[in-house]
């Protein structure tokens, strides 16, 4: 009995890198195709070809994209549910409000489904094309509507996608940011392999990081993504 329990054993630690380590990343085209240097991007064009099409349009006000298989809502703005100090429905979200109006959503089956959620920040930057000089124009140009020229909030506060630039960054949640952030939900799994983990473990729904309460929609609970 013991030689048979150290064998399994042994052959639970061999099997167990082939597990965690089994799916390799395949990165995606960043779309650029100009070339401004030697070795550049837009010379070596590293990273898995796009399909194409890259969108389609399922009728029902909902996008696909056909390179990482996530459902997008087709309109990137059709108002917002945050509420200004006076009362009124504001043009932007503040990132608890983003957050808020994903459990809105889902109660009222948005367009269909009930698992909408806001995209973390290599799902949200998946969508920007470095080719491209305007993103909202691009996305427009693919199918999308209303896509603005301002950032996005992702689930991973306070990391924002710029669709004028394609830029990532961080915002500083002053009032300025809240005033000109916007939100565009998601909803399924990226395709095993296409998008990486954020690497986001906890949550920020208070102004400390904390571990992620029960229900919580933050890619820190989430974790979406290929391991």
């Not at 042994?10 to 085209?29: D, E, K, N, S």
């Not at 909408?116 to 124009?137: D, M, V």
Request: hydrophobic share 35%; glycine share 10%; proline share 6%.
């Amino acid at each position: 009995m013991p030689k048979i329990t150290v064998g399994l054993l042994l052959a639970l630690v061999l099997l167990l890198p082939l597990h965690v380590y089994g799916v390799t990343i395949q990165l995606p085209q960043t779309g650029q195709t100009t070339s401004y240097a030697a070795e550049d991007d837009g010379a070596l064009q590293r990273g898995v070809a796009w399909p194409n099409p890259r969108f389609t349009d399922n009728g029902d006000q909902t996008i696909t994209d056909n390179l990482t298989g996530l459902m997008w809502e087709k309109s990137a703005y059709s108002g917002s549910w945050d509420i200004n100090p006076i009362g009124g429905i504001s043009g932007s979200f503040t990132y608890e409000n983003a957050l808020l109006t994903t459990y809105y959503y889902n109660g009222i089956n948005h367009l269909g489904y009930s698992d909408w959620r806001l995209p973390n920040k290599n799902e949200l930057g998946s969508l920007i094309n470095l080719g491209a000089p305007k993103q909202f124009e691009w996305l427009m140009s693919q199918g999308f509507t209303n896509v603005l020229y301002r950032r996005y909030w992702t689930s991973n506060k306070p990391i924002a996608v710029d669709m004028a630039e394609g830029s990532i960054s961080r915002l500083y949640l002053n009032l300025f940011d809240y005033n000109n952030t916007y939100a565009w939900y998601v909803r399924g799994q990226s395709r095993e392999g296409t998008l990486p983990k954020t690497g986001s473990i906890y949550c920020t729904t208070v102004p400390v990081w904390q571990p992620c309460p029960s229900g919580s929609t933050e890619d820190g609970a989430l974790r979406n993504g290929t391991a």
